[in-house]
């Protein structure tokens, strides 16, 4: 029998930085996906990826059950999420592999239970959470739940070029560059949990746009400035960026002509470095359960 779970991918985060000398973000979900497709099998076992077969292990581990009996799980990932560039393409695989993997234990975890596993394989990603939150990459832990937003999209400006996650935060000084931004975050994150409690789309973006600028003396995204003018004479929300990735991410509503801001962002030659523009839906977070291939 095959079990099937499914992850939504991120873009970027609204906010992230460091607060009280610890570093948290509030990533959202957008509706592109990672689906796991897993079953027991005697030959032409699949191992998959190294990351997601570590995830059914720590399953096995958690339930106390024998990582020898694993050996003959064979593991499939069909993903449409871009690799190395902030879209929490990993974070994605090993949650969705855990829910497989629960199905065919016949166990089950809360979506909680679930971020603090996933962060002993990789720092992780608030998008298993079905709300919007505060929360601890390093640890899985929600520190806060801040509710989910409506009516909103994003424009995804994704380059070809691709960044390691833990190479940015194995950079020197990054911890102490991150604390020199704490205030500027303190505030960001402020305006955040105001703009999902209001639903207020503006606020939320004041709080993007903050964190993306802060972020400048960290890992300098290329035209960030041109794109939030383009953005607000346009009308759009805010920018936020992939901190440790090289997507950036324009908000609007449901309502926007995004053809039309496209072709201005294209118009100044955005392009020329995010050869990729699309729009995507941000939904609520959280991980499904599937009977067959999302395609």
């Given at each position: 029998m095959k079990y099937y779970g499914i992850c939504p991918a991120s873009c970027g985060e609204f906010v992230q930085g460091m607060m009280d000398n610890?570093?948290?973000?509030?990533?959202?979900?957008i509706d592109m996906y990672s689906t796991a497709m897993i079953e027991e099998k005697l030959q032409d076992i699949n191992l998959g990826p190294y990351k997601s077969r570590k995830a059914i292990e720590a399953v096995f581990q958690k339930f106390r059950l024998p990582i020898e009996e694993s050996k003959n799980i064979s593991l499939n990932i069909h993903s449409k999420i871009p690799i190395g560039k902030g879209m929490a393409s990993s974070t994605a695989d090993i949650g969705a592999t855990i829910v497989a993997t629960l199905g065919l234990i016949q166990k089950d975890l809360t979506s909680e239970e679930i971020s603090k596993l996933a962060s002993t394989i990789e720092p992780t990603d608030s998008t298993y959470i079905e709300k919007n939150s505060i929360f601890n990459p390093l640890s899985g832990q929600v520190i806060k739940y801040l509710g989910n937003i409506k009516n909103s999209r994003v424009i995804v400006l994704e380059p070809n070029k691709t960044l390691d996650t833990m190479k940015i935060r194995n950079t020197p000084n990054y911890k102490e560059i991150k604390i020199q931004n704490k205030e500027i975050i303190k505030e960001a994150f402020y305006l955040l949990e105001e703009g999902i409690r209001k639903n207020d789309l503006h606020t939320i973006g004041r709080a993007c746009t903050l964190s993306s600028l802060a972020n400048e003396n960290i890992d300098k995204k290329e035209g960030l400035k041109e794109i939030i003018e383009i953005s607000q004479n346009y009308g759009a929300y805010g920018v936020n960026i992939a901190h440790s990735g090289t997507v950036v991410a324009v908000m609007i509503d449901k309502c926007m002509n995004d053809i039309k801001l496209?072709?201005?962002?294209?118009?100044?030659?955005?392009?020329?470095?995010?050869?990729?523009?699309?729009?995507?839906?941000?939904?609520d977070g959280g991980i499904r359960r599937e009977l067959e291939w999302n395609t």
């Open positions: 610890e570093e948290y973000l509030s990533s959202y979900a496209i072709e201005l962002l294209k118009q100044a030659k955005l392009d020329a470095v995010y050869n990729k523009i699309y729009t995507l839906d941000i939904i």
